[in-house]
T-cell receptor, first 115, second 114 residues
Framework: AQSVTQLGSHVSVSEGALVLLRCNYSSSVPPYLFWYVQYPNQGLQLLLKYTSAATLVKGINGFEAEFKKSETSFHLTKPSAHMSDAAEYFCAVTASNTGFQKLVFGTGTRLLVSP | EAQVTQNPRYLITVTGKKLTVTCSQNMNHEYMSWYRQDPGLGLRQIYYSMNVEVTDKGDVPEGYKVSRKEKRNFPLILESPSPNQTSLYFC?????????????FGSGTQLSVL
């Protein structure tokens, strides 16, 4: 079975600072990994995904994540935070052989950006 | 515009009063699913459907029903709602079950059961 752990329910950064949101996964088979963002009163939007191609994945809005098999991690980063990045972020995992029927979400990390 | 539409956006009801939350997608997607979101628990899958007339339980199916009579619609039915079903619900769809596809989410339905 797959699982993800997101470290930190809240992360606070200043505008212009580095954003680092942590996600560690567990999977007995090659995983597919995702980062989703949820803005207030909206559904989830896909930021980026890893599906066994390049280990460094670039997404929308300047975010990127690196798949590190040895560390079972898929941390989300952005070099310079913007006020509009304030939202809740979810890491998710599924197995490459089960697809969305076994998609498991983390508990979420709320990113707070101060001026 | 490609989208997943849920209705209603907000719903307040009382224990035991049957309700239906509708979900419709206009992208001819085969895969559809329902999630509930609770603070500190993230999103948990309730039911999913791989195609018309093909549905299966997710991780938290108790107290819910679904149907998939048409490809575009996937309603969530609570036959006898209880307060522990107070939650934020999301419908999602994708071209296929394969995890490499993009999963589209609706805007959510905030349900309160009194």
């Amino acid at each position: 079975a797959q699982s993800v752990t997101q470290l930190g329910s809240h992360v606070s950064v200043s505008e212009g600072a580095l954003v680092l949101l942590r996600c560690n996964y567990s999977s007995s088979v090659p995983p597919y990994l995702f980062w989703y963002v949820q803005y207030p009163n909206q559904g989830l939007q896909l930021l980026l995904k890893y599906t066994s191609a390049a280990t460094l994945v670039k997404g929308i809005n300047g975010f990127e994540a690196e798949f590190k098999k040895s560390e079972t991690s898929f941390h989300l980063t952005k070099p310079s935070a913007h006020m509009s990045d304030a939202a809740e972020y979810f890491c998710a995992v599924t197995a490459s052989n089960t697809g969305f029927q076994k998609l498991v979400f983390g508990t979420g990390t709320r990113l707070l950006v101060s001026p | 515009e490609a989208q997943v539409t849920q209705n209603p956006r907000y719903l307040i009801t009382v224990t035991g009063k049957k309700l239906t939350v509708t979900c419709s997608q206009n992208m001819n997607h085969e895969y559809m699913s329902w999630y509930r979101q609770d603070p500190g628990l993230g999103l948990r899958q309730i039911y999913y459907s791989m195609n018309v007339e093909v549905t299966d339980k997710g991780d938290v199916p108790e107290g819910y029903k679904v149907s998939r009579k048409e490809k575009r619609n996937f309603p969530l039915i609570l036959e006898s709602p209880s307060p522990n079903q107070t939650s934020l619900y999301f419908c999602a769809s994708s071209l296929s079950l394969a995890g490499a596809e993009k999963l589209f989410f609706g805007s959510g339905t905030q349900l309160s059961v009194l």
